[in-house]
């Protein structure tokens, strides 16, 4: 396809395990960002990637989270210790400044439920 | 920090026009973005303004002033459809590579 895909799109887990949420940007954008979604609030900037450059990590909002991008494409979002307050969905997004438009183009998410 | 406001929520008659309004604190500026985002969906991308002035791309126009901080989403002729979040977004930063949204402002639109 030619968007940005997310998987699994839907996750129950239990308060304490850890959870890995992945995302596949769109073919050659450079640039991708993951964003918090809690229910009926605005997007909460997690992490971003520009290429082969040290990822922007002052939106993670304890060292539970973390994420990597391998090989400059797919990214993984890892919560560890999962707990409730965690609950949200995940949504990941890429832009490319240098061959297309400045928007960022989001993914469906995932949505993360912690029981 | 960054501040982005924008009113929770809105209420329009279908056909009508209506202004949701975006004001920002940022350190650096380097873009505003409008997605609207309609429920259970991911965000859509609406407009882009850098340089102050407006753009208009069919119903939807989007205005933007630096020195005020200032922008708004104006959508003319609505459509029940248009009912969903509109989000304000500022590209910011010594990179401009960050973002950071508002909240979003809820539009209803009613028959």
């Known amino acids: 396809g030619a968007g940005v895909s997310q998987s699994p799109s839907n996750k129950v887990t239990e308060k304490g395990k850890d959870v890995e949420l992945r995302c596949d940007p769109i073919?050659?954008?450079?640039?991708l960002y993951w964003y918090r979604q809690s229910l009926g609030q605005g997007l909460e900037f997690l992490i971003y990637?520009?290429?082969?450059?040290?990822p922007d990590k002052s939106g993670l909002p304890s060292d539970r989270f973390s994420a990597e991008r391998t090989g400059g494409s797919v990214s993984t979002l890892t919560i560890q210790r999962t707990q409730q307050e965690d609950s949200a969905v995940y949504l990941c997004?890429?832009?490319?400044w240098g061959t297309g438009g400045p928007e960022q183009f989001f993914g469906p998410g995932t949505r993360l439920t912690v029981l | 920090g960054q501040n982005i406001d924008q009113p929770t929520e809105m209420t329009a008659t279908e056909g009508a026009i209506v202004q949701i309004n975006c004001t920002y604190q940022?350190?650096?500026?380097?873009?505003l973005f409008w997605y609207q985002q309609h429920a259970g969906e991911a965000p859509t991308f609406l407009s882009y303004?850098?340089?102050?002035g407006l753009e208009e791309k069919g119903r939807f126009s989007s205005f933007l002033s630096r020195s005020k901080g200032y922008s708004y989403l104006l959508l003319k002729e609505l459509q029940m459809k248009d009912s969903a979040s509109y989000l304000c977004?500022?590209?910011?930063?010594?990179?401009?590579?960050?973002?950071?949204f508002g909240g979003g402002t809820r539009l209803m639109v009613k028959p």
């Open positions: 997004a890429s832009s490319s």
């Open positions: 940022t350190s650096g500026f380097n873009g």
């Open positions: 303004n850098v340089l102050d």
């Open positions: 977004a500022v590209k910011w930063g010594n990179a401009g590579n960050m973002l950071t």
């Open positions: 073919s050659g954008h450079t640039a």
């Open positions: 990637f520009q290429g082969n450059s040290a």
